[in-house]
């Protein structure tokens, strides 16, 4: 029944995943798959994109009926070009999908229940995959976080602080450790001090210490949030929060350490550190192919501590992979959702390409 509910979704064509393949070619003997093409749509940077087209390639020799029409969008202009296509009835095959769009898109019906595909495939091993990860991607009707798939996580990705170690030694500066609680928000405050600086003399700074220290990470660090997720009530208001606002403001605003938002549009944070522009930068796992050719040493640290709290905060991002409802090929969209999502020869060329850290727990451990 759930086969029969998959293929209703594909027009009867088109591969299956490892679970029902067996089924498939009882069901259909040695004749030929369907040549089909299926469009696929994300944002990021150029070594982003390049990794993907490998993805790609690989995903087309595992499935070789499939033609995969791959675009990448600049993620600054991804949210209005994906909203265009939806509204022109255009919506790719697949899709980046973030956490506002992704409420959205399950509320609207644009995008596909995943859970009869995954009851239908050994690809998805459920206490393999992180927690996290996947309640993003959860809708039962209502709200977020339970009930089926809507979408496979493209990755989940702790930010960690990464210094340019070449400045900090130029500078004379202590190195930030990698051990939680060694460093407090006052150490990062100056040491930033101490990188920041006029480069060439013309009064305006070239060179700042840091860079996106985050509101979120400083709220939590506080033992403060944005939301009681019990009642539904808005905790903006308490002390807590307050004070993390505030020292995160001070940082631009009295301290002049990071860069203002009229800098951040002419140059923005990440093309700053990869310029050797700021010595400390929080970055994602994404970002490391970008960050393999640098011109000065680099290296990672844990986040400091609130030394009110002794509690540090920072992200963990994702984004999800979405098969649009309209798709004439459902089968094959979630076959690649999947091979990108789950598969481990998909997650093993993920993290050795310097993407994500693998959505598989045993292979991230391992």
């Not at 140059?267 to 310029?275: G, I």
Request: net charge negative; charged share 20%.
């Amino acid at each position: 029944m759930l086969l029969s509910a998959c293929s209703s979704g594909n027009n009867g064509s088109g591969s299956t995943t490892n679970g029902n393949a067996g089924n498939k070619e009882a069901e259909t003997g040695n004749k030929p798959q369907e040549q089909v093409k299926i469009s696929f749509m994300g944002h990021g940077s150029p070594q982003e994109k390049e990794i993907f087209m490998k993805l790609i390639k690989s995903y087309e020799t595992k499935y070789p009926n499939v033609k995969v029409e791959y675009t990448s969008v600049p993620p600054a202009e991804y949210n209005q070009k994906l909203s265009t296509l939806v509204a022109s009835g255009k919506t790719p095959d697949v899709f980046y999908v973030s956490g506002p769009q992704f409420y959205k898109f399950a509320e609207a019906g644009t995008i596909q229940n995943l859970q009869p595909f995954l009851e239908t495939t050994e690809l998805f091993q459920e206490d393999n995959v992180w927690k996290q990860a996947l309640d993003r991607y959860r809708f039962d009707g209502t709200q977020l976080g339970q009930g089926d798939l809507y979408g496979l996580p493209k990755d989940v990705g702790p930010w960690a602080m990464a210094y340019n170690k070449t400045m900090f030694e130029e500078a004379g500066v202590e190195l930030p450790p990698a051990e939680v609680g060694k460093w407090t928000w006052d150490n990062w405050l100056d040491a930033a001090k101490k990188l920041t600086k006029d480069d060439n003399g013309d009064g305006k700074i070239d060179i700042y210490g840091g860079a996106n220290f985050t509101l979120e990470g400083a709220v939590w660090a506080s033992g403060g949030d944005f939301i009681d997720y019990g009642t539904g009530k808005v905790t903006i208001d308490t002390p807590e929060f307050t004070n993390a606002m505030q020292w995160v403001a001070d940082l631009r605003l009295k301290h002049n350490v990071t860069p203002s938002p009229e800098d951040e549009k002419a140059l923005n944070a990440y093309s700053r550190f990869v310029a050797g522009k700021v010595g400390m930068f929080p970055m994602g796992p994404w970002d490391q192919p970008g960050f393999w050719d640098l011109p000065f040493e680099w290296d990672i640290a844990a986040w400091p501590v609130n030394p009110a709290t002794g509690k540090a905060g920072t992200w963990v991002g994702s984004m999800g992979y979405s098969v649009s409802s309209k798709s004439k090929h459902a089968q094959e969209a979630f076959n690649l959702a999947a091979f990108l999502a789950l598969d481990a020869e998909g997650q093993k060329q993920n993290y050795e390409l310097g993407q994500a850290v693998p959505n598989l727990i045993d292979m991230a451990k391992g």
